[in-house]
């Protein structure tokens, strides 16, 4: 009798415990399910597109660690789970997400941001030597999680790049505020947005440029920065050398990389990727209100919702009975901090809350950790819920929105006690 | 095409260009028409959203390319790309 076939009533029971889960992957010699690349399935969540399952490969851009490549042009890679285990993800393994083909290779020394508009009273322009010397170097622990995080678990799916759960990452993001360098030009009280363009640009003249803007109440928050340093060492190519714009608690859309100017408006940006891409139905979530954005039916996504991972489970996993399991992971939010997790193992009937890891700040990841005993052989169904110091939690049903955008529904994780 | 080759060659000159080679769209009628989608982006965007696109959801997609991305697509080849893409990489009706 092979391993296969010494499991096959343990996994029926799993299987008919999960309506609609179909394929599950080949059983391996230590009982854990050898699921395929990226599958989410094996995460206790739907699953992404089969195309985008059978597209998807490892691969190590330069300077990077093999990664789960989504596209190669524009470059599209996702953060494999493993690097989860660790609060801070790790530069050559942090996830890769650009909207346009041309992405130049800046040379940090000929590199000048031009610092404009209609609303600051002198223009100005930096060096990377100047921005380093002649303001206050602050540092910030913050994720930095795509919009479409998870848009692959929709269902019905939508189209987009069909992220699993890795378009995100946590990192030590050294730079300047935002503030000062405004300041330095002169805000004029007609501000209302700041808005910021990178050296990227699309291959075809007719594509819109990607080009982004924030309210000004969130341009001078004292936590928003133009990063240089990503985790102690300068921002990798890929994650936008030589500054990028850091807005902790917003989604990754506005964190625009190879800044190359910002400038300070007294009208709403109207190109294309504030006013019809990265939109909301409008009262729909919660977050933070970009007001010079709305419109009637949509509002611009802002901050994250509320969201965790369990990285120490995998769907279909045995486990010896009597022996603990460790369920640990971490969680985030839009930068109000986690107040818990509960961790259930009943389906959802019953929640302990989990011992959370060192408080990094309200911007970070934040580590959940619930040893759990394995009593009676069977399915067990393990499941993990963050709640927020702003009282917002996860959902158990996906809530649905045109362009997949802010998942978080609670993992079902079936697990076998044997 | 020259033009779509001189200008994929532009746009992926820093990106693996090798890899991306190795991406192939499926054999069918109306390919050639669709492998003009490669002057802005690799091919592995329609395989990856499949399969659960129908007619009516790959037509809006590739409108979406041409009148919101500028994509140098001829509008008679609107129904071709778009027939080729639900048979090999959609959902029918």
Redo the contacts between chains.
Sequence with gaps: MTTTQRVVLGRRRLVAAVAGASALAVVGQHGALAAALGSTQAMGLAEI????L???VL?A?PGKLPLI???????NFETPLRYFRSVITPNNAFFVRWHL?????VDARDWKLAVGGESVERPASYTLAQLRKDFPQIEITAVCQCSGNRRGLFE??V????WGVGAMGNAVWRGVRLKDVLAKSGLKSSAIEIVFDGADH???????DFVKSIPVDVALDENTLLALDMNGAPLPHWNGAPARLVVPGWTGTYWVKQIVSINAVASPESN?WMK?AYRLPRGKYPGATFESQLAEATEPITSMVTNSLVTSVAFGQQFPRGKPIDVAGIAWDGGSGIEQVEISTDGGEHWQRAKLGRDHGRFSFREFSLIVPTKAPGTMVVMARATSRSGQTQTEQLSHNPAGYHHNVVQRLYVEIV | MRTLIA??A???A???VA??SK?QLKDGPGKDKAMACI????V??I???????NRA?WTA?VNKMIN?????IDKADIDAIVSYLVQN?GVKD
Excluded: W
């Excluded at chain 1, 083909?101 to 290779?105: C, L, M, R, S, T």
């Excluded at chain 2, 002057?39 to 690799?42: G, R």
């Excluded at chain 2, 919101?68 to 140098?72: I, R």
């Design positions: 597109p089969d195309g985008a059978a597209e998807q691969f851009l490549k989504k596209t190669y042009r524009p470059p083909a041309g992405i130049p290779e019905p799916h189209p987009g790049v069909e699309p291959p075809m003249d007719k594509t819109p294309f019809t | 200008l994929l532009l746009a992926v820093a990106v693996a890899q991306e991406v002057a802005c982006h690799s592995d965007y395989e990856m959203n499949s399969r659960f696109m959801a997609s919101a991305f500028g994509a140098p990489y």
